[in-house]
């Protein structure tokens, strides 16, 4: 983008600097009309008007508006000052003063200002005695052609930087989602993993030795996987299955002394609907370990449905990040996610998909 910008001000730039021309070509009406000391009066004149029009592009490039309206005065006036000097050739100027402020304006105004400079090319030199109009449509000519040849360039400009701050939006907005993505991952990752390793080792204090050994394994390697996971949704590239989430959520209901009602195959679930419904079963077991104190957890699965039910106090299951997180990922789905008590008693999570 800065490329882009840099572009746009080198080209800006070229074309402010071959509007001097114009300057240049009054100078042929001081010559022809102006003597001795008006002579130099013309040349001095025609300088200031090529400073004032440099001075005005540069403060144009830094906005600052102010000052640009006062240069574009400047110049008006420097021109009426240097009529009696070039005669009809000083209306070559109109070419940069006209295009200048109607660069600045709306579309009608800026109409209104080429017409009006135009007109003045054509008339006034019919109207002032000792003016010749032989040259008044070419400098008509030149007044419009040189505003539409601005006009044009200052509505790609701001055209260019709109595509700009657009792209800047848009990457801006892709980073943020991503940081929700890492943040919501991360939460629904190490939640599951930690309340398993949490209620793993809780059971090994109440074992024998071998028993409790064997525990303490499934908890190294239960943040082996934490781990692994981690690192892979930082990467972008957690892969949450179904049938893995029914198994780990199996042994998590297990040490945590919870009957588990779950299903032993996920045919019935389409494909494409299989990760997101494995994202419900891990918040919703997750969930029913940490907060429901139930004796009996079951999960039910359709094509076009999963719950998750518990037998609990009915509390509020996690409300909040967690859920929070679940109900992004279904509505991107285009899914429903509907929490709360149960009707037969404890707590209930479904996701209806699209």
């Not at 700009?164 to 848009?170: G, L, S, T, Y």
Request: proline share 3%; glycine share 10%.
């Amino acid at each position: 983008m800065d490329e882009l910008r840099g572009v746009d001000e080198r080209r800006r730039l070229l074309l402010s600097l071959g509007m001097l021309c114009y300057p240049f070509l009054a100078a042929a009406g001081v010559n022809q009309y102006a003597h001795g000391a008006g002579l130099v009066a013309g040349y001095l004149l025609l300088v200031a008007v090529s400073a004032c029009y440099l001075a005005l592009v540069i403060v144009s490039m830094r906005s600052a508006w102010r000052a640009y309206w006062w240069l574009v005065a400047a110049m008006t006036v420097l021109a009426v000052l240097l009529a009696p000097l070039a005669h009809e050739g000083v209306l070559i100027l109109l070419a940069v003063i006209v295009p200048s402020a109607a660069a600045r304006v709306g579309v009608r105004t800026a109409v209104a200002l080429v017409v009006l400079g135009a007109a003045t090319c054509v008339v006034v030199p019919m109207v002032v005695p000792g003016w010749n109009t032989g040259g008044s449509w070419y400098f008509a000519v030149a007044v419009v052609f040189t505003a539409l040849l601005v006009l044009a360039f200052s509505r790609t400009a701001t055209a260019n930087q709109q595509l700009r701050e657009a792209r800047a939006e848009v990457a801006r907005l892709a980073s943020e989602a991503e940081r929700n993505r890492i943040a919501r991952d991360l939460h629904d990752l190490l939640g599951h993993s930690l309340t398993a390793i949490t209620v793993k080792s809780a059971l090994a204090r109440r074992l024998d030795p071998d028993a409790a050994r064997a525990e303490m394994e499934s908890v190294e390697q239960l943040a082996r996987q934490a781990l692994s996971d981690v690192r892979a949704a930082v990467s972008g590239y957690q892969d949450v299955t179904l049938a893995g989430e029914l198994a780990k959520g199996r042994e998590l209901l297990r040490a945590a002394g919870v009957a588990a009602d779950l299903p032993t195959a996920c045919d019935v679930v389409p494909p494409r609907r299989q990760e997101l419904f494995g994202w419900v079963v891990r918040e919703g077991v997750t969930n029913v370990v940490r907060h429901a104190r139930a004796g009996r957890c079951t999960v039910e699965l359709t094509a076009s449905s999963v719950e998750v039910r518990d037998d609990g106090v009915g509390g509020p299951a996690g409300e909040g990040s967690g859920l929070d997180g679940l109900r992004a990922r279904v509505a991107a789905a285009g899914g429903v996610l509907t929490a709360g008590p149960a009707r037969t008693g404890g707590w209930s999570l479904r996701v209806e998909a699209a």
